[in-house]
């Protein structure tokens, strides 16, 4: 049937090409070459090109003395190859073992064939193609709807159509160098086979930041590299088909990417000239298909004043605005605190403190305000709690997403919060964030997940959205030099870091005396001659009921550990802030007792004599008290391995035993003295390293650095 020379253009893709590979060693068809062309990668992914390709015979490797683009590493291996039929594949891809068997055995007469791109976003995905017969669908007029992403990818092509036609990849341009190849390759074909079955897996990076794909770069490049490619290909082909392809695909970037990058009225001048020379090529017909707004505004960039361009450009911004606020009542508020409440001065003496998305009063951000309002600071305080909480000093309170806490939230000068503002707030130059987040790391954070199973999102818009954030906060505060270590890295952040310690946990040292724990028993109603166990599970990622709603089951039987302990103990059930189960302690009242409500879990620490926990930060800040922690970790490998990772071997590092049963927690908490003499070596390393800087004044550090330097 022929040779198939696979052409794969390697750029510091390390992470991925050993997958990407090992995808092509299993194809079914085997009468393959590999081309893989080093387009001047890093050392490491260097290295790993030599060993993969000296271990197997059927990889050619060349190497470029310095980075030329993918668009030239293409044009080289198709020169260099040997094989009746061209397949590009990107180095961070893969395709299952059928693809190119598929491709090939359907190609027939044609000169070019596509399967299907299937997007993805986990490390791996795979597809269950069974023996059959595969019909590929001939396609004529919509033949351009296969230029998914405006790539050549997935298409199977007989290279000596590619050398008649003198096909080739655009060399002066990072992004759409796809363009110039494939647009004319479709002009020569009067149809187009199309096999779904043939599957190309299209990887979604999980590093955007660090790592980007080339559609994660920089939107400012995409849109100079599209306005280009599309003026040369316009110019050089005059094809009716093509035409429309092109005009659609520049008018839908241009409405979507484009105008959204307008949006800062400052970036239009280096792209209005540019913009002029495009929009004078767009067809009429295919114009007038388009709303009023876009058509008004390419008749005037065709006029050329930049000036008025601008203007139009306000008004319809504004136009967009209303009417996307125009849609719900939460839109609305939205609109109302872009458009009017932002443009408003800020008020300097005004500080806006929120604690768990607005859940409690609570938290570091809680101590920071205590400390502000006992030492009679000259501010106004404003705290988003959701419920009716008391809270002392009498701040303004509000409800997240109120159209007081767009208000507010837009004057205040202070930022004040231990997890993230919702993604479309806007802080200005002058606002000051302080970011004093909400434990030390254990599971992996932000940057450093490989995988996101949370509802609602996906790995990459995850991270772009944590990276927007992170990019905003001011100062980030820090309870030990491991966590300051690690937030530099999962949240790419190079700037104020404070040192101080929690300020949540200064009340581990300032109120640990007995007279306080009987406070906050009595508060609490738990009988005060029992001894506490606290038992303060975290959350799993895969196991809710939609966004923010997560589910937990609890997997202690409270019953049998009542019968055994029930005389010596109680146990106080804290569940995580995301949890949205009801844990029913009907059946052993008395004993168990739901805390889940109340709203700062410091005092709780202070009360109980001993903490049950799993894979959740609250052992980090529990070790200041130096009581015994057990550690509850009944779905450890699960946990670890397929949900977040861990930033440590807890099996070696953390300062307890890591039981599995109801029946091991029991025989722990009856020979608890036996367990802390087993782990004190462990305890004391553990608290030498996590909890050396929390002295009970953390919070006065963070407000003198904020707010009085
Ligand atoms: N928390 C709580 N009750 C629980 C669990 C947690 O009150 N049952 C509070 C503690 O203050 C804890 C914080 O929420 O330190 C964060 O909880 P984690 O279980 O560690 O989980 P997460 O919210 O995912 O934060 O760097 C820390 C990580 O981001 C973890």
Not at 319 to 327: A, E, I, Q, V
Not at 531 to 537: D, M, R
Not at 574 to 602: C, K, L, N, P, T
Request: aromatic share 16%; charged share 30%; with cysteine.
């Amino acid at each position: 049937m022929g040779k198939i020379s696979v052409i794969v253009p390697v750029y510091n893709t390390e992470k991925y090409i050993a997958e990407c590979l090992e995808s092509l060693f299993n194809q079914t068809y085997k009468n393959i070459e590999i081309l893989l062309i080093n387009d001047g990668s890093n050392q490491e992914c260097t290295e790993k090109l030599e060993t993969l390709s000296e271990a197997h015979d059927n990889i050619r490797l060349f190497h470029f003395d310095a980075n030329k683009g993918v668009g030239a590493a293409r044009n080289f291996g198709v020169k260099a190859s040997t094989g009746d039929f061209i397949y590009f594949l990107d180095s961070d891809d893969y395709i299952p073992e059928k693809t190119l068997e598929i491709l090939i055995h359907h190609i027939k007469d044609n000169d070019m064939i596509r399967g299907r791109i299937k997007s993805t976003h986990f490390a791996k995905s795979f597809a269950v193609i069974f023996d059959g017969i595969y019909n590929a669908k001939i396609h004529t007029d919509e033949k351009y709807k296969f230029i998914k992403n405006k790539s050549a990818l997935n298409f199977l092509i007989r290279k000596d159509f590619i050398i008649s036609n003198h096909l080739y990849f655009a060399e002066d341009v990072r992004i759409y160098a796809d363009l110039e190849f494939i647009v004319p390759a479709l002009i020569n074909v009067p149809h187009l086979p199309h096999v779904k079955e043939a599957i190309y897996f299209k990887r979604k990076r999980n590093a955007p930041i660090l790592n980007p794909s080339l559609m994660q770069e920089d939107v400012s490049l995409r849109i100079s590299d599209f306005i280009h490619m599309y003026i040369r290909l316009k110019d050089k082909y005059e094809d009716a088909l093509a035409d429309v392809f092109l005009d659609i695909r520049f008018l839908n970037f241009y409405r979507k990417t484009i105008v959204t990058f307008f949006k800062d009225e400052k970036t239009i001048e280096s792209y209005f000239q540019d913009l002029l020379e495009a929009m004078s090529r767009v067809d009429e017909n295919i114009l007038k298909t388009y709303d009023y707004v876009l058509k008004k505004e390419v008749q005037t960039i065709k006029k050329g004043s930049l000036a008025q361009y601008k203007r139009v450009n306000r008004r319809h911004q504004f136009l967009r605005d209303f009417k996307t606020g125009c849609k719900s009542r939460k839109k609305f508020k939205r609109f109302l605190y872009k458009r009017f409440f932002n443009k408003q001065s800020i008020k300097n003496n005004w500080v806006f403190f929120e604690s768990f998305h607005g859940r409690s009063y609570s938290d570091s951000p809680k101590y920071i305000y205590q400390h502000m309002i006992e030492n009679n600071m000259n501010y106004k305080y404003i705290w988003c709690v959701n419920d009716h909480t008391d809270i002392p000093g009498n701040p303004i309170k509000i409800k997240r997403f109120s159209l007081r806490y767009y208000y507010y939230l837009a004057k205040s000068k202070y930022w004040v919060s231990n997890s993230r503002f919702p993604n479309d707030t806007v802080k200005r130059e002058e606002h000051v964030y302080v970011q004093t987040w909400h434990g030390t790391p254990l599971k992996r954070l932000a940057g450093d997940m490989e995988n996101v199973l949370m509802p609602g999102t996906n790995v990459e818009k995850y991270k772009r959205n944590f990276y927007n954030e992170t990019q905003r906060w001011d100062y980030l505060v820090s309870p030990n030099a491991y966590s300051t270590n690690i937030f530099e890295q999962a949240f790419w952040f190079d700037r104020n870091i404070i040192e101080s310690g929690y300020p949540r946990n200064d009340i581990l040292y300032n109120k640990n005396s007995d007279e306080d724990i009987v406070a906050v028993k009595r508060k609490l109603g738990i009988p005060n001659e029992k001894k506490v166990i606290l038992y303060a599970p975290t959350w799993r990622d895969d196991e809710y009921y939609g966004k923010g709603k997560y589910k937990f089951t609890l997997a202690l039987d409270l019953q049998k550990m009542q019968e055994c302990l029930g005389d010596e103990y109680i146990v106080l059930l804290r569940m995580h802030y995301f949890i949205a189960s009801q844990m029913d302690v009907s059946d052993v009242q008395g004993f168990a007792f739901d805390v889940s409500d109340y709203e700062d879990i410091g005092e709780l620490y202070l009360i109980s004599d001993m903490l049950i926990t799993d894979y959740s930060s609250v052992f980090f800040d529990y070790a200041h008290l130096k009581r015994p922690i057990l550690f509850y970790t009944y779905d450890l490998d699960k946990y670890r391995g397929q949900l977040r990772g861990f930033y440590f071997d807890m099996e070696e590092e953390v300062p307890g035993p890591l039981l599995k049963t109801t029946d091991e927690v029991i025989e722990a908490i009856g020979d608890i003295g036996h367990v802390q003499t087993e782990y004190q070596n462990k305890y004391d390393e553990f608290h030498n390293t996590y909890c050396l800087w929390d002295h009970g004044d953390a919070s006065s550090a963070v407000v003198k650095e904020v707010f009085e330097k």
